[in-house]
Structure formats: C-alpha cells, structure tokens
C-alpha cells in the first residue's frame, strides 16, 4: 500500500479509536443530554379549535362521524398534547362550545394535564359567554380581539307553562306525580312554578353559580367580591375585561403566531392539530366505491387487538323500553333493549374485565329504566358508572345497578320520583268539529285513552301503581347507597342536586371524570388503574341511514327522525320555540309508557 494510503488509514483508524473511546457530543451536549436538550429547544405550538357540542358515545360511520367530533376525540387532541415531545405549547381557538357542566370540567382536566406537563396553553376568544370563559380561565393567558366582549353575566333560568294555552285548544294535562318536588309535568299543570319545585332550582342555581364564581376568581387571582361585581356589572368591551383582570392580552388572532415567536419562542403552529384527516379522493372506481361506503356508514376496517380491554358502555338519551334511536338532526332515545345487549356483550367478553357506565340521561320510562338496572346488577364484572350533563331519576335509577358511582361537579342528578299521566284531547277534536261515542267494560278500561281525562277511579288506580314503582324505586337506591329508607326517602322526592351537592349528601360516591371512573374500574377489577387499557364502546354506532330512518321494523323511528328534523330547523329561526317543541315531543313519549320516571327535562340553565 502506497505511503499516503497507510496515513489515511492511520489517520482513519486514530479517529475511529477515539469515537469509541470518547463520548461523542450532539449540539454540544455530552451523551444521555440528548432528550434534554431536544425538549428545551423551542418546536411547534398545537392549534386546536374548540366549538360544537362533543356529543358522547361511538361517533357515527362514514360521512356523518367525519364531520362530527365526539366528546372522547376532542379530549384526546388535547391529552396528547401533554405527552408529545413535538410540541412546546397549545393555542385553543374557543369559538363558542355548548358543552354543558359535566363536559366543561372534562375539558378543565385536559387543559390542566398540558400544563402540568410544564406546557403554556393560550386561549384566543372573540365573545366568549360563561362556559367559554371558564375555559379560558383554565389557561396560562387569555387574548382577545379589541372589538369582542366578555359576556359572562351570571345565570338564569326559564321554564315555559303550558297551561293556558291547554286550555284555549281544548287539551287537558292530566298529570300526578310521586314527590312534592318531582316538577317534570309542572309545566303542563300550572301557570308558574310551584314552591317546591323553585326552591329546589334556586338551590342548583346557587351551586352553578358559586362554581362559576371560584373558578374565575382562583384562575385570574381576583378577590371573590371583584368577580361578583364584575359579573354584575357585565358585559365588558375586551379592553374594561383587561382593566378589570379578567384577560391578559388584546390582540388579534393573526398576531398570535408573532406573539408566540417574541414572546415563548415558537416557530410554527400545527393548524387542527391531531383532527382525524378524511380521505376525500373519490376519483376513479375505487374513490367511487370509497365514497359509497362513507355515504352507507361502511365503518373502516381496524385490526383487532388482544389483551385486557375495558368497556365504555354510553347510556344517553331520554330512556324507553325497545331499541334506541338516534338521528343526525338531534331526538336520542336511550332504547333498553338496546342497553341491555351492551352490558351482556361487555359481561360475555373474556378480554372486557370491567365495565364503566357513563350515562347522560334525564330518565324516561320507568319499566325500562328497571330493566337496565337489572342487567348491571346481575354483572359479575366491576362496574362503575360516571355520570355525564345529566343523570336524573331514571338516569340516576340505572346507576344504582353499579359498584361505584363517580359524578363531575356540575352533573345534574337524583331526582328520585314518579310522573305519570296524560293529553287527553278531546275538547280539542270538539273544537274543530270531531265527536266521539265511547263504549267500555271495566271500570278502569279508559285509563290509557288519549281523548277523556282519568276518571276518580281510574286517577286512584293510577296513582297507586305510581306510588308502588316510587317505593321500588327509593328502595333499590336506599339499598345501593347503603342508606335507611327513611333517610334515602328525604333526597327523594323527585329533587335535583349537582354532582356537588349530591356528594354531600352521600348519593354518589365520588366526584370525577370518565377517566377517573375507568382507573376506579380497572382498580376494583385487580388491574394496575395507572395503566392506559383500550376502551370498547358500546354499543356501536348505528349507519346514517339507519339513523335517519331507524331499524328495519321500527314503525316509530321515521316519526321521531322528521319530528327532530322539524325542530332541528327551527333552531335558526328560533331557538326557544325549538327548545320548548322538543321538550313535548319527551311528554308525548307518555302515549307509550304512562309511568315515567324523568326529571324537569325541561329546565335550562344559562
């Protein structure tokens, strides 16, 4: 080998040596610095838009899941976050979420994992209103565009009656319930609320409020009386919000991405970060056929995986004895039949080794109500249920089929009583000229008629198979609370709590999140509750079409789908009339099933 070969061979082979022996520097860290220094360096901020309602349970396939994120997904985008090594920092675009209390803390504790992991998070808001900002409040700062407002100003509530105008056309409410406090058909009854039913109301409405109050006020460092006074004195121009402490910057949201390069020293902003892309090539045969199984909800293949699994069974919707219902425009029917298939599938599994039962539900029927029940009960695998928005009288009869109940802050729960009765029509078929002959054997044979009200015997009979099922249903929860009838039946009463409140009082076990629901389920079932196990919701999405039209056999779906699509239409033109329809269209489900078990459906807290 020539003499120059040889020197740079030597010279190759002396640096080879000292690579191996010498530790080798990346950036000018020494070894096991790498991550370190990696993290420190400044990368991209997540953007994620916050708006829309996260309904719960399994998205629907196909077109309609695409264009709807669910409650699971939107939390997710946010959870990884904290655990990407990518990203430095989260920009949330809060465009006027309708969340309802229990996912608004929901979305608090995700927000709080990111910071926790020692990222920043900014809020950009335009007008936000009181869940809005509460969620802002959540984040390290809050920017505001100089022509937006802060319009937290306070709480209120309206409930419509319907009296009156029963009365002009000729419809008659006949209605009786088991607990002074069970208001559901008050509005059907009476031109105003009755005492019991506003005392309880201003008791909920007291605990929203102090909620709203301690978060803002321990958030933004303000004192508890400058909050109240704010809220008083509101709505505030974003530049009177900064003076009085209640955001940090304003600004527009175009100067946000220079305001994170100067000031926390981002490079780049991930516009929908982490937000399931939907393949829209249909071109071709193949994007032809692509687009058929979207429009036909053909989910997509996933590989099935092993190990232990735990299910997430979504009890949501008003409860009725049959298959569940759901269409895309609104008018879910929380079917038992349906439910009921859920839980035994979670129970047959062998790789399912608890089950979590999360519920947002005014109640319903009665019977169906008892049913689910039944079937948790008779589960031998741990179940624990967390309870969502809602999870009242039937909502919260269900509950008391699991081991461990878990309820957010602000969940609207108990409820405890019977309503029952019915529209009895028929001086307004007088009216526009109908007229009706009536023959009958049986004293009580015109009970469940739709055109006369009850009579004297047929109203005794009635309300005592009410006051029956109310025993039943104060027993089983007494029994499952641990509780003396006696004591039980003094929360009963058909009366409403928060999830706070209901803590106090020992009606739940714990307050929570879902996923504090599921550590509880993992522990009781001998898992490791810090261990992240797949969930399996239950039960699965029905296809669009299926949605729009209901099963096959399902004479009633079609009914419900147009009767929600009506309403769903009159939401832009006005959204209380819509309100007010779709909570008659939850009476009318009285045709079916005289004895329910629901709480004041209709109340509306903003």
Known sequence: MPARANSIMSLLIAALTLAVAAPTTVFGFAPGDEKVATKDLPTAWAHIVIKGSYPEGASLPGLFGAATENLASGLDRINKVATDDEISGLVLRLDGP??????????????????????????????????????????????????????????????????????????????????????????????????AFREEMEAMLDDYYEQIVTTIAKSRKLDRKAVEEAIDNGPHTAAAAKKLGLIDRLAYEDEVETILVKEYGGKTIRKDYGKEKVDTDFSGLAGMMKMMNLMMGVPTARR????????????????????????????????????????????????????????????????????????????????????????????????????????????????????????????????IGLTTS??????????????TPFTDSEKAAMKKLMTEIYVQFTSKCADARGMKLDDLEKLARGRVYTGNMAKKLNLIDELGTLDDAVAKAQKLAGLDPSKELERVILPKPTSPFEALFGPLGDVQAPATGQASAVINALRSFSPELARELSALSVLQMLVREKRMTVMPFRVQVE
């Open 98 to 195: 309708s969340l309802g209390w229990a996912k608004l803390n929901e979305f608090l504790q995700s927000i709080e994992r990111v910071r926790k992991a020692g990222k920043k998070v900014i809020a950009v808001v335009d007008e936000p209103a009181t869940h809005s900002y509460m969620l802002a409040c959540a984040c390290d700062e809050i920017i505001m565009p100089e022509g937006g407002a802060v319009m937290v100003l306070g709480l209120r509530m309206e409930v419509m009656f319907y009296k009156k105008l029963f009365e002009n056309i000729g419809v008659h409410a006949d209605m009786m319930q088991v607990g002074e406090y069970k208001g559901a058909a008050e509005p059907y009854t009476r031109t105003e609320m009755s005492p």
């Open 304 to 431: 099935v995986t092993s190990g232990d699994k735990i299910a997430v069974i979504h009890a949501t919707g008003v409860i009725m004895t049959g298959r569940s219902t759901n269409d895309p425009f609104g008018g879910e029917v929380l079917g038992s039949t349906t439910l009921v298939k859920a839980i035994e599938q979670a129970e047959d599994s062998d790789q399912v080794k608890a089950i979590v039962l999360r519920i947002d539900s005014p109640g319903g029927s009665a019977l169906a109500s008892d049913l689910i029940w039944r079937a948790l009960k008779k589960c031998k695998k741990p179940v624990v249920a967390s309870m969502g928005n809602t999870a009242a009288s039937g909502g919260y009869y269900i509950a008391m089929g699991c081991k461990e109940v878990y309820a957010e802050p602000g969940t609207l729960t108990g409820s405890i009583g019977v309503v029952g009765g019915k529209l009895a029509t028929g001086g307004l078929f007088e009216k």
């Open 438 to 451: 009536i023959i009958q054997r049986g004293k009580n044979a015109g009970a469940m008629s739709g055109t």
